[in-house]
């Protein structure tokens, strides 16, 4: 369960913190800020404003002994916004690429903004498929299996979610948080010298390899 | 605090967030009405009784001062040329882009953003005639300039012209000036104007902020992060509202260099708090912060500020630098693209 206790820097006595920065791609009106707004403040909007640039969010999750603290960059949807992508990925530990099942357009993007994940951005990172406006099941044009293949053949946690029931929300973003690596240096630098124009060090930089201790 | 005096909606139809400082709006609104009537006399002045509106140095005097809300529309497009360019290409111009054959994609991407622009503004939801307008005038604006089409942002800018303007034409001409004459490149598919003015502006903060630009180098935080939004909006859903109507006044006048004067602004004015965030989630945050501050709620004082605070910035350095940093920037995407090349 997502809980925003606002965890800080351990200092040697609590459970592990993490810190890692995640991105979400996908078509524009697929829902990824309805899925941020739904993780991070637990609230749905019917309209949700159209996202331009990015929006910036945090929000914490508990894992057993270790505190998790997700960095979350919102994306614009539309295609133009494309070639501004790359500062947001670059140096990111975690994607979750959304599609709408109500559209297999957005489906065909997602897949696109999967490859180009796995090309450019960091070797290591964790990619989930979110098939969102699962509670609008009657107008389905995506079968839930051809996802679920298509998630299983390139690696990818996979969920169908709702923003709008709250389905499989907290739930994808806890997969993400199991499933990164909590050993390990893993902001930043750490991540291979890909994004010479930025973020190439964040906060946590300041104690190197502290991000588990 | 006593309840306020003020609505839970402004004059322009946006609900006031639940967390809203009434009280330092307050404090400011008393103020600020005082300016607002001696301006509305000045203007009355000025453009009463079938005077002309010219482009003169007292105009522009005036317009930095601000424009009184019931005159926006007309002096808008006056002074920004929109009215010329109605003249030129004929009064019935819009009317009959409205009329034309439609692109059945681009009317499914505006409908798409219809309902998710000002969602919390009583003239747009839905039922309201705005959003019908908002639509008209983004199919007809998209099937007059193919190389722009749509693009998100504009449903912002245009939504906001015709809160003020309450015409669907004269926001369609403000609309056309805004984005192919004072903003050209901005909001093409490439989006080339956007990302070349955000790196003037980085250069800018570097020769005349160089302690902040440093700092927010060091955490990790790129401008274009900061202030996408700023560039593209033109500041609307940025800034309060009385504030992004003031900094288009001076647009509309003087064009783009102001987008400069105001982002160098913020950042002047709030360099001590920029310099003690320490981390990328701390700085980002704070960004946010200094956009809705009561710095920027006293409009009138920020646009004044944004005339002195920056120094001095002339039109030929930014457009040196537009040239010199857009000519980097093709060559390192043509290096990047043998780089990749490479790569197995």
């Known amino acids: 369960m997502a809980n925003r206790s606002g965890a800080q820097r351990p200092n040697g006595t609590q459970g592990k913190i993490c810190q890692f920065k995640l991105v979400l791609l996908g078509e524009s009106a697929v829902g990824k800020s309805s899925l941020v707004l739904r993780f991070v403040k637990g609230q749905f909007h019917e309209y949700q404003e159209s996202t331009i640039g990015a929006a910036f969010l945090t929000q914490t999750v508990c894992l057993d002994d270790t505190t998790v603290k997700f960095e979350i960059w919102d994306t614009a949807g539309q295609e133009r916004y494309h070639s501004l992508a790359p500062m947001y990925y670059r140096g990111a530990q975690a994607a979750i690429v959304v599609y709408d099942i109500t559209n297999q357009d957005t489906f065909g993007r997602a897949k696109t903004w999967v490859k180009e994940l796995q090309r450019q951005a960091s070797p290591n990172i964790v990619i989930a498929l979110a098939g969102n406006k699962a509670d609008l099941a009657n107008k389905r044009m995506v079968e839930h299996d051809e996802a679920q293949g298509y998630a299983e053949e390139n690696g990818l946690l996979f969920m169908e979610t709702s923003a709008k029931t709250a389905m499989n929300v907290n739930d994808i973003f806890l997969a993400i948080a199991k499933k990164l690596p909590k050993n390990e240096q893993v902001t930043g630098a750490g991540t291979s010298g890909q994004g010479r124009r930025l973020v190439e060090s964040e906060g946590q930089q300041k104690a190197p390899g502290n991000c588990c201790k | ?344």
């Open chain 2, 1 to 344: 605090m006593a309840r306020s005096c003020f609505s839970k909606v402004d004059e322009y139809g946006f609900e006031r967030p639940d967390d809203f400082d009434y009280e330092t709006y307050e404090d400011f609104m008393s103020q600020y009405l005082i300016v607002l009537a001696k301006r509305a006399k000045k203007w009355a002045e000025l453009i009463g009784e079938g005077k002309s509106l010219k482009r003169n140095l007292t105009v522009k005097r005036y317009v930095r001062k601000g424009i009184p809300g019931e005159h926006r529309g007309l002096v808008w497009l006056t002074v920004s040329g929109a009215e010329a360019l109605r003249d030129e290409w004929g009064s019935d111009f819009y009317q009959k882009l409205l009329n034309g054959p439609m692109n059945q994609d681009i009317v499914d991407i505006v409908r798409t953003d219809l309902p998710r622009t000002f969602p919390d503004n009583i003239f747009f939801s839905a039922g309201e005639n705005h959003q019908q307008q908002l639509y008209n005038i983004l199919v007809a604006y998209a099937h007059d300039n193919h190389e722009v089409g749509y693009c998100q942002g504009l449903n912002y800018i245009a939504g906001l012209l015709l809160l003020v303007t309450k015409s669907e034409d004269t926001t369609f001409w403000l609309l056309k000036v805004l984005v192919e004459r004072i903003f050209p490149n901005y909001y093409t598919r490439t989006m080339d104007g956007v990302i070349t003015d955000i790196d003037v502006l980085d250069e800018l903060i570097r020769l005349k902020i160089p302690e902040v630009h440093r700092h927010v180098a060091s955490v990790g935080l790129p401008w274009a992060v900061i202030t996408t939004k700023w560039f593209i909006c033109l500041f609307a859903e940025v800034l309060p509202i009385e504030t992004v109507l003031r900094i288009w006044d001076c647009l509309f006048y003087e064009g783009s260099k102001i987008i400069f004067r105001v982002c160098l602004t913020l950042v002047k004015r709030n360099q001590g708090s920029i310099l003690q965030c320490k981390d990328f989630s701390s700085l980002a945050e704070c960004f946010k912060e200094i956009t809705r501050d009561s710095l920027v709620i006293e409009c009138h004082d920020f646009m004044q500020s944004i005339f002195k605070v920056p120094g001095s910035l002339p039109l030929n350095l930014i457009v040196k630098l537009r040239t010199r940093l857009a000519q980097q920037r093709q060559n390192q995407m043509r290096s990047d693209r043998v780089w990749t090349w490479h790569i197995p």
